[in-house]
């Protein structure tokens, strides 16, 4: 039975000297048969008043029976406990009408420091018995940093007096206290990632992105780091952020990049570099890099996979090529929507010549944001559906507006045509943080039949705009379509066949030696792992050797003379194969096993996850494959703008270059860390 129907006519008033809380001063004990009720003499709800039960019930209730009767007085005795600490706080006591009692203070002692969640009815209720000034101050710094706040918000008079009025104990901090908590941040999340790299199983590609300062004076190179961890889930994270001179030589920047990955111990463990090239990262920054590292034997293939590109940054440069040819004809539709809006009669007449010409649409006319190409293709599709309206309201008035001609209405449907696939593939591209390599291979070979296509239209104007697409495309293709052939590759759905399948259709008679160069270089991909799999190996084995020599007094015993054949033994493990062993290698039995089948939803490093105890090696070398930024973007918003230089913000530009660098890491570590939670 429920307590608060529990028929108490028969009860009896208990009272026990054992009741020493100071709460049985405001709760009447009672017993029914066995059961005991503790009946609140403010409000008169029952409670459970069995010793069981203890009290902390029966105080939360008191604190909010209080409250409800609009009293604070004495709350304090009813969560005051633990250990006495030395020294007393003193909390002004605050009435339910917020205005605070100056000649009234409430002496507040034994408080442990500690936030305590009470649940009573369902409700949530925190209690605060004290403040933590480090904790407090250092998530006052971490807020700053993620939503990249200026630290001089600290200083503001407006803060001060919200955190005051918010929590009186807290004590205020300057802009160099901030800062320095900032800096002391980043250095804790700075030690979290170097040892994440340090353990990583496979290796690490990076990409180097230019950003500018809030006035375009100042320039900054932000160095990521991508990778598979050992959950096989793909990573981003930025590693360094600092400022360069335009002025300075590709090889000084070189040499900067250099001394980053080793500070970070990183530079044994490289793959790949992907870098955007734009000043004042030129081409031969990334060459001077890859011949540093090839020089120590540092990268697979003789760096042939090391440099590799954006591949949004060269649909970008084809959709503003596309829209420069025709920005007469654009601009003029882009006033005639403005007169059209211009007013409601204009907007109504527009209405009817759409009507007339059967031209309706449940899109409605719209004008672009010039800094994104993307809005410009949206103003073009639907300005197309009207042309016929567009026609009419010009020979209505002639004098208001000047309409594209018939040839070029024909011309910017075919442009339009081209923004539409650059759209799609550049969505497809962006839709999410997390995209693997093998994602590129089939929408770039997309692009590149269409662009082949679209050089034969019979009309000069299109066909020679495609051409020049063509060249900015075919410097993008030469330079990266080893690294997204192999990706492709390594995706069990494709495997050789999607290469296979689109090579002929680009090369005709030359595909076949093309699709055999791509085959020599996956083999001896494979064989690099494989050779660096089978040291690991031997390595380990010396270690455990090595190991179990010493006593555990630490006394070394002297070698045995097997000891001497351990060269011997890994050469016998490189080249011996075991009796009844399968001599074909993981690379020949994976392509010649059937495709995996296609579906929306299927994980490729989930599969390599679930495979690696079958391909060990290969699994390793998807692994790194796999890891490779063909696109550095950080979001779909970011891929369609004209302007694709990313800003530091005007607050923290102004910051010193270390603490700029401090900011933008640990924001892009507590970011991640908060969506991988």
């Given amino acids: 039975m429920i307590i608060n129907e529990m028929d108490l006519s028969d009860a009896v008033i208990v009272k026990s000297g054992r ?11 009672v017993r029914k048969g066995e059961i005991y009720i503790a009946i609140c003499r403010h409000c008169k709800k029952r409670l459970s008043g069995s010793s069981a039960s203890g009290t902390s019930h029966l105080r939360n209730h008191l604190i909010r029976c209080r409250r409800r009767s609009g009293s604070t007085n004495g709350v304090a005795q009813y969560f005051v406990r633990g250990k006495k600490k030395e020294g007393r706080v003193e909390v002004t006591n605050v009435d339910n009408g917020h205005e605070e009692r100056k000649d009234e203070v409430l002496s507040v002692v034994d408080v442990r420091y500690e936030h305590e969640h009470i649940r009573e009815d369902g409700d949530v209720a925190v209690v605060s018995a004290g403040l933590d000034q480090r904790r407090s101050r250092f998530d006052l710094a971490r807020m700053i940093i993620l939503h990249g706040y200026p630290l001089t918000m600290v200083e503001d008079v407006g803060f001060r007096v919200f955190i005051r009025n918010l929590q009186p104990l807290f004590e205020l901090v300057a802009f160099e206290r901030v800062e320095s908590d900032c800096m002391e941040i980043y250095a804790k999340e700075k030690h979290k990632i170097f040892e994440a790299l340090d353990k990583l199983p496979g290796k690490i590609s990076i990409s180097v992105d230019v950003w500018s300062g809030s006035d375009d004076s100042d320039e900054f190179l932000c160095l990521v780091a991508h990778y598979i961890d050992e959950t096989w889930e793909l990573k981003k994270r930025v590693l360094n952020f600092f400022m360069v001179d335009p002025s300075h030589s590709g090889e000084m920047l070189a040499e900067v990049i250099i001394t980053c990955l080793m500070e970070w111990d990183i530079d044994r463990k490289l793959f790949s570099m992907a870098s955007s090239h734009s000043p004042p990262f030129g081409e031969n920054v990334a060459n001077k890099i890859r011949d540093r590292l090839s020089q120590n034997k540092f990268l697979y293939c003789n760096g042939k996979l090391f440099d590799v590109s954006c591949a949004v940054n060269v649909i970008n440069q084809m959709a503003q090529d596309s829209l420069q040819t025709c920005c007469d004809t654009i601009n003029r539709i882009r006033e005639s929507i403005r007169y059209v809006k211009s007013s409601e009669s204009i907007h109504e007449r527009f209405n009817q010549w759409t009507v007339e010409t059967g031209a309706e649409s449940e899109k409605n006319l719209c004008i672009d944001d010039s800094t994104r190409w993307d809005t410009t293709f949206t103003m073009l599709e639907i300005a197309l559906e009207r042309k016929s309206a567009f026609s009419l309201m010009e020979e209505g008035e002639p004098d208001s507006v000047s309409c594209p001609s018939d040839l070029e209405w024909e011309r910017l449907e ?15 591209f962006t839709k999410s943080n997390g995209l693997t390599a093998n994602m590129y291979f089939p929408e770039v070979c997309d692009i590149h039949l269409r662009l082949i296509e679209w050089s034969k239209n019979p009309d000069d104007f299109i066909s020679s705009l495609a051409v020049n ?38 090369y005709d008679v030359s595909s076949s030696e093309l699709v055999e160069d791509i085959s020599e270089c996956i083999k001896a991909l494979y064989n690099e792992h494989s050779v660096g799999s089978l040291l690991a190996s031997s390595d380990q084995s010396l270690d455990w050797q090595n190991h179990h020599h010493h006593h555990s007094n630490g006394v070394v015993h002297v070698k045995e003379p097997d000891d ?11 080249t011996t194969t075991t009796p009844g062993q399968d001599s074909k290698s993981e690379l020949e039995k994976y392509l010649e096993e059937p495709l995996f089948p296609r579906n929306s939803d299927f994980d490729i490093l989930n599969w390599w996850k679930v495979h690696t105890p079958r391909y060990p090696i290969l699994s390793m070398m998807a692994r790194n494959v796999l890891a490779v930024p063909m696109s550095n973007l950080s979001s779909e918003e970011d891929a369609f703008e004209t302007c694709r230089r990313r800003r530091v913000s005007e607050t923290w530009c102004s910051l010193r270059p270390s603490t700029v660098q401090a900011l933008m890491c640990a924001q892009d570590w ?8």
């Fill in 670 to 677: 507590i970011r991640s860390e908060l969506e991988s939670s």
């Fill in 564 to 574: 001497r054949l351990i060269e011997f033994d890994r050469y016998i493990n490189n």
């Fill in 19 to 29: 009741l020493k809380s100071v709460v049985w001063n405001d709760f009447d004990r």
């Fill in 469 to 506: 697409m063509r060249k900015k495309f075919d410097d993008f293709w030469d330079k990266n379509n080893l690294v997204l052939a192999i990706a492709t590759i390594l995706d069990p759905r494709f495997k050789m066949k999607l290469v296979e399948y689109y090579y002929p259709l680009f």
């Fill in 414 to 428: 075919t442009i339009v045509g081209f923004l539409k696939v650059f759209v799609e593939v550049t969505s497809a």
